[in-house]
Structures are given as structure tokens and as C-alpha cells.
């Protein structure tokens, strides 16, 4: 039993030291400057990141240059511990980085679909459509009128919800390249190939279509880009 104790308290103390070891030299890195060191650390696939660990990763990405993937990581950060002051803080220092004319991706998940897949011209029409419904149901008289009139309002709701988390977004929005990626002429992977985009490029996103964004990047080259390989911050 003894034997057992001790034995176990090895492998815990062990353990520990390597745990600890492993987080010191990610900062070690860090306070030596070498930034791009510390990134390919924290980068292992092996390592599981605790919130430290992410938020010391934007901060090599930050000193790096790249803006959009130090807020990429410090907000991943705050999502596993949202009362982490000293990432809360860096968030905030990032943001305030941002050029004056971008503008952080409003929440629209109730209205993904719509967005994603029509034009404000043609949801303009549907929300028209649907107002000319509902004024016909109110000069008609017939039992099934209610449950017309309650699918009409459901159907304007999700509409207008969408025409108006449109407007609420005309102005340029910023995203980051999450792995390297082909921009592409048009939205499609029949079209030509115009450059590739680094991991951690920042860009102004115009619009989508389909499963495709049309972005133009801070060197002012612009196309599309497929929507899995970027995130909007």
C-alpha cells in the first residue's frame, strides 16, 4: 500500500512538473521576443489550450502583426473563461487597433439562411408580398384567416429580421483566413484562381453567395473566397 502511495505521487508530481513546464515555456517565449517560436509551440496538435494559453497566443499573433488572429484567439479564450481580465484587456487593446472603418459582424444566426441564400432586392420583395398578404387577409372573412394571418406574421418576422441585420452590417466588416486558401474570381471552384491568401490575412467582407464570400483584402486584391476558411470578428 505503501509502495502504491508513493508510487502514485510520483507519477502526480511528475505530471504537474511537465504540465507547469510546458505552459512557462510558451511564455518563456514570449518574454524573449520570439513570438513566431512561441506560436508554433501552442500550435502542437498534441496540446489541449487552456485559456491561458489561447490568450497568449494572440498576444505572439498580435506582436506578430496580425491583428485578426490575436482577437480570433483571445475571444476563444474569454468563451471558455469570460472573467479572464488580462485577456478581456488585450481584446480590448486589439480592437481599438482596428481601422475606424471596420466594424465587428452583427449577430444574425435567426436570419443565417435568408442572408446567406437571397439578396436584399429579392427579401424586399417576399417582405412586400407578405404586407399585401396580410392586408387581404384583413378584407377577407374566412375561419382558416387566423392561422393564415399567424404564418404571414412568422414569415414577416424572419424577413424583416433579416432586411434589417442586412442594414445593420452595410458597413465594411473584418474577417481573418483561418488556413491558407485560393481566391477565386467568381463564387465557385469552376472559376480561375487569382492568388492564394495566407493564414492570419485580414479583409473587408463584401458579401456572400452561397457557400462563397466576396472579400477584398488589405493589399486591395478582392474575389471569393470559400466561407469554411475565414472567420468574421
Given at each position: 500500500m505503501k509502495k502504491l502511495f508513493i508510487y502514485n505521487s510520483v507519477?502526480?508530481?511528475?505530471?504537474?512538473?511537465?504540465?507547469?513546464?510546458?505552459?512557462?515555456?510558451?511564455?518563456?517565449?514570449?518574454k524573449m521576443g520570439q513570438y513566431q517560436?512561441?506560436?508554433?509551440?501552442?500550435?502542437?496538435?498534441?496540446?489541449?489550450?487552456?485559456?491561458s494559453d489561447l490568450n497568449n497566443l494572440g498576444v505572439a499573433y498580435y506582436k506578430l502583426g496580425s491583428l485578426g488572429k490575436a482577437i480570433l484567439y483571445t475571444d476563444k479564450a474569454l468563451k471558455l473563461k469570460p472573467d479572464f481580465k488580462e485577456a478581456r484587456n488585450n481584446l480590448?487593446?486589439?480592437?481599438?487597433?482596428?481601422?475606424?472603418?471596420?466594424?465587428?459582424?452583427?449577430?444574425?444566426?435567426?436570419?443565417?439562411?435568408?442572408?446567406?441564400?437571397?439578396?436584399?432586392?429579392?427579401?424586399?420583395?417576399?417582405?412586400?408580398?407578405?404586407?399585401?398578404?396580410l392586408v387581404l387577409l384583413l378584407f377577407t372573412r374566412s375561419s382558416l384567416n387566423i392561422y393564415f394571418l399567424i404564418v404571414?406574421?412568422?414569415?414577416?418576422?424572419?424577413?424583416?429580421?433579416?432586411?434589417?441585420?442586412?442594414?445593420?452590417?452595410?458597413k465594411k466588416r473584418y474577417g481573418v483566413v483561418l488556413k491558407q486558401t485560393e481566391i477565386l474570381e467568381g463564387?465557385?471552384?469552376?472559376?480561375?484562381?487569382?492568388?492564394?491568401?495566407?493564414?492570419?490575412?485580414?479583409?473587408?467582407?463584401?458579401?456572400?453567395?452561397?457557400?462563397?464570400?466576396?472579400?477584398?483584402?488589405?493589399n486591395g486584391i478582392e474575389g471569393w473566397i470559400i466561407k469554411k476558411n475565414f472567420q468574421t470578428l
Open positions: 507519477i502526480f508530481i511528475f505530471l504537474f512538473g511537465f504540465l507547469n513546464a510546458t505552459e512557462k515555456t510558451g511564455i518563456a517565449y514570449l517560436k512561441a506560436i508554433d509551440f501552442y500550435s502542437n496538435d498534441t496540446m489541449q489550450l487552456k485559456p480590448n487593446i486589439y480592437r481599438s487597433k482596428l481601422p475606424q472603418d471596420f466594424t465587428p459582424l452583427k449577430s444574425i444566426k435567426p436570419f443565417d439562411f435568408l442572408i446567406n441564400n437571397f439578396s436584399f432586392n429579392t427579401l424586399l420583395i417576399f417582405a412586400i408580398v407578405g404586407v399585401l398578404l404571414i406574421l412568422i414569415f414577416e418576422f424572419f424577413i424583416n429580421g433579416a432586411l434589417i441585420n442586412i442594414k445593420l452590417n452595410a463564387p465557385g471552384n469552376e472559376f480561375i484562381s487569382k492568388a492564394k491568401a495566407p493564414e492570419g490575412a485580414e479583409f473587408y467582407l463584401i458579401g456572400y453567395k452561397k457557400d462563397f464570400a466576396h472579400i477584398r483584402f488589405l
